[in-house]
């Protein structure tokens, strides 16, 4: 154990001590216990805490006797610098216990530029990075979450991944884990125990084969028990499923400081580019009761003064307007906020925003995601011009001025048609402004547009698609901003478009990239998702030293017959499915809402789907 | 409880009186806040042994029956020793407050006894101790003395491993000197190596004047 008062000597020199202290409120430390999970984030406390799915885990393992999981959160800089000069090995937050003596250490993948993080935090616990130097009394390390869907770049580093839902099946793993500590069998009979386990797939158990054009030729069983296919898990019904009635509530400010009330699972809209909406069907809902109990635990639990519902798509939720006004009354009893984050900006959304932001008007936010309508027919992003004006002329008209709107560039098929189509979207928003509001009224107005680089994703229809090039995207973005900082109270941002070329790489890479991500680390690369700290010099430099050319991984357009790194991982969505959608992308044509009708995307081949029959319709 | 900013505090607070039920009065208007404040903000990094608060309730509850409550439901390292309801609406305690007394302690560090002593002998005997102070709005470097802003600054306990000293200060509104500064310009003065990382304050007590003298905050409304 670290002994809090040796590190009192130096918490007092770090930026924000409370992040390291653990002892929030709701957060539990148990004394007696077979199996030691430890739950890492990699990036920072105030991150890592705004984390729906870290407090959803946690509390389902430390629901369970005989289990204990504690937190982890990457150490900022100047907290590492200490840890460092001292020997003081990263340590858990709830007994202060070193990482290396944990049984299982879990991180979770929300980012792909988290991956540098994963390193540092492994190195600072004094555990080798590489699985296959670690010995039999090292912790195991696993890891989940969105970015497992392609595990393989992280293939060198973690022992087992764990692909979809975790509520479940991180228990049976500790379990088995439990049972096998004390029978003295090795750690690769381990892997064997919990590889019939569904979700869990283990690199070491497979080995790739490359064509002369560096293309992946096969991904070989290397034992009988590994699955031909690793299928997702997931909770079939999420009033059955895990739900914590408290959170932890940390001692000081972070991103999202709130409950959440996760209303329901997966999305129908099926956007093209979006790999939430295929990775997490099939789409499931938690009953309006189920919802309601949750949140009276999370309030009287928590003291939380904000309620948040959460989901990709909350406006789809099928009980939203009884569910809504219920909460919005029980908030006000409470002196409490509601937010509802992911709203569809309809009249109902309207009449909701009106009543929970009555007197202080926050910002709004859009996402119409391109400029043209053609450019939305491609991505699939059912919404028309007519619905954005509606919208926002209803916003103006009940008192919001502050409005953002999210589009990305360097879409498929995008022209400098679609990039007017941006400006010409933000032209006419200040035109409607000015006729709904007098002119008493229009000083406030401000118009937010931020693009995103589009980055292709695994699991998605546009897997197979080169990401634009890097001066591409500089252009486009210039072209941009010299047009729409002529216009009055519209502001411009953009992302980094090296930042955006990485996560590119990472997210389709294979197990030879492994290699670059280590040297990429020794070169000093952490926190990559941090402006201030990403480095693209040592990235290129870590390309150049492990001979790894990226754009072979971001630029280059895939066939559909190519063997994808990721093609063994399945996420229940059939890969002719995300084929015909790909197709229909470049012909324009759309594709509807399954909740109109099934869409045929497969995934009720292998789950319940719920929304348009099951696998015996 | 020390890393704790004194904003990030108060949230402790109102989520400690949610989850108690015991229900605070809220400010009406345009952001309505809870009627809660601290009589004087405590420094991250110092402890204190003991705070106040003022708060509006919604509802009359039994005095015993909030102390319970809450201490159920606070975060280790904070408890309610005591309350007492306001009969008579006085000066608010923020504006009462006078003066705080602390106790710092520091790792000897070969120091000797009586030169720890004399240092501080020295160091009042000054007329003037002067230190730089950094603004936080303009980020400008202000001079103040201090001199006058200290009460008592004496040793208190002397064993093998650390000195103990008490040092009572203006604080609140009418003249305020943060123990931390206090410690850095007499180890400037004294030249003693003090290790900084040894360094340990802890808030002893809150003071209001009566009569000019100094009277602990606790004996404002016992009768």
Known sequence: MVELDYLEKYLPQVEKPARYIGGEINSIVKKEFQGRFIFAFPDIYEIGMSHLGMQILYHALNHEEGIFCERVFAPAHDMEAIMRKNNIPLFSLETKTPLKEADIIGFTLQYELSYSNVINMLDLSGIPVLKDERRERDPLICAGGPCAYNPEPLSDIIDFFIIGEGESVNIEIMRKYIQWKNSGKTKFEFLELISEIKGVYIPSFYNEQYNLDMTLRNMDKLYACAPDKVTKQIEPDLDAAFYPDKFIVPFIDIVHNRAMVEVLRGCTRGCRFCQAGMIYRPVRERSVEKIKEITDQLIRNTGYEEMSLLSLSTSDHSGIEPLVSSLMKKCKEESISLSLPSLRLDSFSFKVLDEIQSVKKSGLTFAPEAGTQRLRDVINKNITEDDIFFAVENAFKLGWSNIKFYFMIGLPTETYEDLDGIIDIAEKIIHIYYQVRDKKNRRKLSINISTSNFVPKPHTAFQWFPMDDMNVLSEKQKYLSERLKKIKHVSFNYHDVQTSFLEAVLARGDRRIGKTLIKAWENGSKFDGWREFFDFDKWQDAFNETGIDPYFYSNRKRDYKELLPWDHIDAGVSKEFLISENEKAFKEKVTADCRKGCTNCGINQSFNCKVYGDKNV | ?223
Request: with cysteine; net charge positive.
């Open chain 2, 1 to 223: 409880m020390k890393y704790i900013s004194h904003l990030d505090l108060m949230s402790v607070f109102q989520r400690a009186f949610r989850r108690a039920a015991v229900k605070i009065a809220y400010s009406q208007g345009f952001s309505p806040h809870p009627k809660l404040s601290m009589a004087h903000p405590l420094s991250v990094g110092i402890s204190s042994i003991s705070e106040y608060m003022e708060i509006d309730m919604e509802e009359g509850i039994p005095e015993k029956e909030i102390i319970s409550r809450l201490n159920e439901v606070l975060p280790l390292g904070i408890r309610i020793m005591e309350c007492h309801k306001i009969l008579e609406k006085k000066k608010s305690l923020p504006a009462l407050v006078a003066y705080g007394s602390y106790e710092v302690s520091f790792n000897r560090n070969g120091i000797q006894e009586h030169q720890l002593i004399n240092r501080i002998s020295d160091f009042l005997s000054k007329d003037r101790i002067i230190v730089t102070k950094k603004q936080v709005k303009s980020s400008s470097v202000k001079e103040i003395d201090i001199r006058p802003l200290i009460d008592e600054f004496k040793m208190i306990h002397s064993d093998n491993e650390a000195f103990k000293i008490m040092a009572t200060v203006k604080t609140g509104s009418n003249g305020n000197l943060n123990p931390e500064l206090l410690i850095q310009s007499f180890i400037k003065e004294s030249k003693l190596e003090i290790k900084q990382n040894s360094i340990k304050i802890i808030r002893i007590e809150l003071y209001f004047l009566k009569d000019h003298k100094q009277v602990p905050l606790n004996q404002l409304y016992k009768v």
